[in-house]
């Protein structure tokens, strides 16, 4: 690494710490119906929204009727995506005259976008119009990331109140992230990245003359409104094909340092956000300090992989598959950032990181994405391996665990289980299905266990919510698109009802003050046990798949073994 690249990853670390506590500040104020900046400007906006959809803001609900607001939501969201892309031939805004899109790509697609995954089984600027793309997957960038906020703000309550069975109003909790977070977010950050040559209009596609004087067709849309969301809401999904690695979604060093800065942003401001509205700032900043160091220690792992000689590779770096424009370092800072934090978006192939590298950005979305993670769901995802360890450490004092004045008794450590055990059985049990089948193994670009890390890539990405994928593998096919639909559906429901269950159950708790014997959670002594708590069990269930794919794979290639 040259001394302007470490400059650069200490500037990115240091201004996603320094922006943290500021921003988590407004979310505070803003998520939690109190006065801020925005308020005087579009609380008449938040207003209206609840007249359209009749809703008190007041009106709280218990679990159930929260849970079930939130899946009727979605499930409204999942049809519309869905039946505009079958439809996508006679809607408007289709200049390149493009046809309806198969149904179970269809399916795939509507599925992905509607549980912030993004998943991409097809070539945007190919498949889908431009209706498609705003309508639909913009819009749905939009609210499955606030549809994660949301969840997030209700475990929150649960937390802090007592004796009581209301953890918020969804609808409330939708319009604010939208209204006062992401829509306002989104604009500066597309305003800027138009500044910096991201295109956005609706242009048809434009014919030009290459060099060689031969013709090209590039195709044009409104990029950098989609281009903002996808990075702020941590949903990832691109316009193009090759994602953020286009020109036209990514053309400049600038312009890419701020879509990395953008995708852990709103992450790790929550973790303060969180600190806020708990009562305890020092247990927010614990989160934040067990998310970094866990950042930073993929990243160090990553780039030694990368930088590592091979001399089967004549000792040279890796620069196959990765933009000339951004180099080794912000190829890895970005797989790094974008896997840890629930993003699929990329601006290199995966496929041709170096084995380490990708069992880092691989292992990064098995272990539930919780170094900082998506919007809302990393954190509340940290909070079911909070229940874990709180529970293990109360086994080992032999005391009743508790967590912020609340005892975690049989049920909360049930269903933090089955949060964790879900999005853990899509990975190995669809995997090993898609390892022994034709039509799985028909996919895969690669042999041995190169392929195989392709296979477990693609269903770990799905059941994430990542979206990412290793690019080596030909997943537009009925076999992919249904199983890995599945996989995402089982990732963030499966997730999202036990955490709400467990919320449900907490704010029903009475507060009990802490005392001499009080395992106290916002400590280093907790934050090293927490980490080791997410590495154990991350460990002690992928180690296996993972020892047959990148592990294998980078010994063979130290031994000068290829396929």
């Known amino acids: 690494m040259t001394l302007p690249e470490i400059i650069q990853v ?93 149904w179970h790509s269809a399916l795939n697609t509507a599925v992905s976008f509607v549980t912030n995954t993004n998943w991409q089984g097809y070539a945007g600027e190919t498949t889908l119009s431009y209706f498609v793309q705003m309508v639909g997957l913009t ?75 031969g013709q090209q067709i590039l195709p044009m849309g409104p990029v950098a409104s989609q281009v903002a969301i996808k990075q702020i809401g941590t949903n990832g999904g691109g316009y193009f094909n090759s994602n953020s690695s286009h020109p036209f979604e990514n053309p ?34 614990a989160l934040f300090s067990v998310m970094m160091i866990m950042l930073i220690s993929g990243l160090l792992i990553a780039l ?58 691989m292992l990064n979305i098995m272990l539930g994405e919780v170094v900082f993670g998506g919007v809302g769901a990393g954190l509340y995802g940290m909070i079911v391996f909070i229940i874990l360890t709180v529970f293990i450490a109360g086994l080992m004092v032999g005391r009743t665990p508790e967590f912020s004045g609340k005892k975690i008794e049989a049920f909360e450590v049930q269903m933090a289980i089955i949060a964790i055990l879900a999005p853990a059985a899509v990975i190995l049990v669809f995997s090993a299905l898609a390892s022994v089948s034709i039509e799985g193994l028909s996919g895969i670009n690669n042999a041995g266990p190169h392929g195989l ?14 979206g990412s994928a ?24 499966g997730v999202i009802i036990p955490v709400l269950a467990i919320a449900g159950n907490l704010a029903g708790k009475k507060y009990t003050p802490p005392s001499t014997g009080t395992f106290h959670t916002d400590n280093w002594l907790f934050i090293i046990l927490l980490i080791a708590v997410i590495l154990i069990v ?20 130290q031994g000068g073994i290829t396929f």
């Open 10 to 102: 200490v500037l990115f670390l240091g201004l996603l710490t320094g922006l943290t506590p500021i921003l988590g500040n407004y979310l505070y104020l803003a998520l939690d119906g109190r006065n801020h900046i925005l308020k005087p400007v579009l609380g008449s906006t938040e207003r209206l929204m609840y007249r359209i959809i009749k809703v008190n803001p007041d009106d709280e609900m218990n679990w159930r009727g929260y849970a079930s607001a939130l899946l009727l939501f979605n499930l409204a969201g999942l049809i519309f995506v869905f039946t505009i892309q079958v439809f996508q031939g006679s809607l408007p805004l289709n200049p390149a005259g493009l046809p309806d899109v198969s």
């Open 139 to 213: 819009v749905q960038n939009f609210v499955s990331a606030a549809t994660g906020i949301a969840v997030l703000l209700a475990v929150i309550r649960s937390i802090s109140r007592n004796n009581t069975d209301k953890i918020g109003n969804f609808w409330a909790d939708i319009v604010r992230s939208v209204i006062y977070v992401l829509l306002p977010l989104s604009i500066f950050l597309a305003i800027a990245l138009a500044g910096q040559g991201v295109i956005q209009n609706f242009k048809s596609y434009e014919a030009v003359h290459t060099l060689e004087g």
């Open 252 to 285: 400049t060093p600038f312009s890419n340092f701020l879509e990395m800065l953008f995708i852990l942003l709103i992450p790790a401001a929550l973790t303060i956000t969180y600190g806020k509205m708990t009562g305890s700032v020092r247990q927010g900043w």
């Open 304 to 361: 030694y992989g990368e930088y590592s000689g091979n001399p089967l590779y004549g000792n040279m770096r890796l620069m196959e598959g990765k933009e000339t424009r951004f180099g080794i370092v912000n190829s890895v800072l970005w797989a790094v950032s974008t896997t840890a934090a629930s993003n699929g978006s990329v601006n290199s192939l995966h496929d041709c990181l170096s084995p380490l590298a990708g069992m880092v950005a």
């Open 453 to 466: 890390s392709e296979i477990l890539y693609a269903f770990s990405s799905a059941a994430g919510n990542n």
């Open 470 to 493: 290793f690019a080596g593998l030909n997943s537009n096919t009925t076999f992919y698109n249904l199983t890995l639909a599945a996989g995402m559906l089982i990732g963030r429901f």
């Open 538 to 557: 991350g460990g002690l269930t992928f180690f296996p798949a993972l020892s047959l794919g990148p592990v294998l794979d980078h010994l063979l290639l």
